[in-house]
């Protein structure tokens, strides 16, 4: 079965620095998301992209975060200068499409990758 | 900023029992979905409710949804410990995610 695979699945890093999360989405899904959980708490949406632009972005994604399709397959998030705070866990999702009539928006998740800030 | 809410944050129930969890949305919104996590696991989607008054089941677990209460319930009937996980309802295109609830089924 498809699935959506991510990208080291734990990243340790100085503050400052920058990283860089790997996903890569099922291979026809069309719609492409990154979420974050703070350890323990709920899941908090950062940005949707699709067309190779941004859909839609929380107010977490600032300046900071930045996300990309480099090639047919990759999806990546970068945060440019990591706080303390951005440790948590990112996930990635994927979907078909956006209507929930017809289950395309069902989302798929990865594994996640657990980013800890120095 | 909407606000989505889900109680109990925690439950534990025995092995057989029947119990709900329930998520209050502060807006209005045209779907909510329901999630499963397992601890250290990612999510599973369990349910998306489209309309007033739709419920939907799979196996132990039913979802409703009263858009005018702005409520969704998740029914678990007599629990078994496979369902032990962590509980997310969330709405607005799952941009907006529950405070989770955190259910441990005791033999």
């Known amino acids: 079965e498809p699935e959506v695979t991510q990208t080291p699945s734990h990243q340790v890093t100085q503050m400052g620095q920058e990283v860089i999360l790997r996903c890569v989405p099922i291979?026809?899904?069309?719609?492409f998301y990154w979420y974050r959980q703070i350890l323990g708490q709920k899941v908090e949406f950062l940005v949707s992209?699709?067309?190779?632009?941004?859909?839609?972005k929380s107010e977490i994604f600032d300046d900071q975060f930045s996300v990309e399709r480099p090639d047919g397959s990759n999806f990546t998030l970068k945060i440019r200068s990591t706080k303390l705070e951005d440790s948590a866990m990112y996930f990635c999702?994927?979907?078909?499409?956006?209507?929930?009539?017809?289950?395309?928006?069902?989302?798929?998740f990865g594994p996640g990758t657990r980013l800890t800030v120095l | 900023e909407l606000k989505v809410e889900q109680n109990p944050l925690f439950l534990s129930m025995q092995e057989g029992k029947n119990y709900t969890i329930y998520c209050n949305y502060s807006?209005?919104?045209?779907?909510l979905y329901w999630y499963r996590q397992d601890p250290g696991k990612s999510l599973e989607s369990l349910f998306v409710?489209?309309?007033?008054?739709a419920v939907k089941q799979e196996g132990r677990l039913m979802a409703s949804l009263d858009t005018k209460a702005r409520l969704s319930t998740l029914h678990i009937t007599a629990a078994v410990h496979d369902l032990s996980a962590t509980y997310f309802c969330?709405?607005?295109?799952?941009?907006?995610f529950g405070t989770g609830t955190s259910l441990t089924v005791i033999p």
């Open positions: 999702a994927s979907t078909l499409g956006r209507e929930a009539a017809t289950g395309t928006d069902t989302q798929y």
């Open positions: 291979s026809n899904h069309l719609y």
């Open positions: 992209f699709y067309n190779n632009e941004i859909s839609e």
């Open positions: 807006t209005t919104s045209d779907r």
């Open positions: 409710l489209l309309s007033n008054g």
């Open positions: 969330a709405v607005d295109n799952q941009f907006y």
